[in-house]
């Protein structure tokens, strides 16, 4: 079983910025390791000087984890679902992805390579596939979903921080970069783009969203929202468009497009020394020198314009169980997916410096469903950051493909 809560959101790049990163036990907890710094960031031949999308066909080289067609596609398998009431009453949730949604989904993962290596190959391996249907499997109902494979910084290289350089930390985001490219140049064809990361992947697109999508309006125009959960996308403080992107602001309504859906969440408000939620200690990719001026950006999925509302989990039966949080039993139903309607709300908090998603259980004390909770409350409720929310993220997909077209 995959220890998910090792995961860390590694930086895609920086200037000279320090964090603790955690280390991997057995238990899937998480220590802390030591500081990490990642190097300057690249000038002119660096990040930003990746190529633009071609419009015409390039070879695809890349190894895709997820695409339309591919065989043994981890994210167009059964979307099945036994969905538990409060009563513990199981009842069919029948979906299926759909056969021609008209826009894509451009997926990038979190840290979950289990490979010795500071960057992984691109094999793909148990990990990548378990968190694809984990997280990403069920926008094939509103989406055509691509996810490339990509020699991410691994829990191995992670937990021995002083191994990580400006190479390697470059090579992650190369890869992503590479992969969006191509995708752009054999596949997009003008098509709508939902891009979704989470952790490290969020990271990823961050960098890729503010380099390929935010300074290019050609590219721009082809944008239905990204959706980047835990990863400290920033705003400057009290507004909704700056920060990380020039011209990509936050989401506040469903059907609004363009712009971008971001949040870390917690049952509590996040310590001092919190990873997520707070400028002074976030992990981030680009070392802001003006972080004193900016906040981590917080979008409610289940209501972007504000407010307090309903959440629709969806949590894998098999493989990532840790995804349901610690101490969650093992289910045991037949599906893919199991789902626990009115069990949690959810909605944004603004407070004493930090910014956050924050996550109450509303089922009451005869609601026997498992709870999800921290393994350390610096990380928050990081490793369901997606899944608590995915019937929400999936819905407003859909809206905002609506509005799209």
Known sequence: MLALATILTAAACGTSM????PSATNSGSMQIAGPVTWPSAPGSAGLGSTASAAPSTVPDDTIWLCKPGLKN??????????????????????????????????????TVSRQKGVNADLTTDPEETGVAIAQAARFSQVCRVYAPMYPQLTL???????KIGYASALSAYSGVSAAFRTYMANYNHGRGIVFVGHSQGAMMLTALLKFEVDAKPEVRRLLVSALLMGGNVTVPTGKSVGGDFANIPACSSASQTGC??????????????????????AINPFGRSNAGQLEILCVNPAAPGGGTATLQPYFPTAGLTLLRGRAAPTLTAATPFVAYPNLYSAHCVNSGGASWLQIDRIGGASDKRPAVSPSDQRWGLHTVDVNIALGNLVELVRSESGAFH
């Open 73 to 110: 596609n981890p994210c167009e398998g059964s979307l099945a679902t036994t969905s538990i009431d409060s009563k513990g009453i199981a009842s069919p949730d029948p979906t299926a992805p759909a056969a021609d949604p008209p826009i894509d989904c451009f997926y990038v993962y979190p």
């Open 156 to 162: 191995a290289g992670i937990a021995q921080p002083s």
């Open 260 to 281: 971008v859906v971001a949040y870390s969440s917690f049952d509590k408000t996040p310590p001092a020394d919190a990873v997520f939620g707070r400028i002074a200690t």
């Open 18 to 21: 320090t964090t603790p990163a």
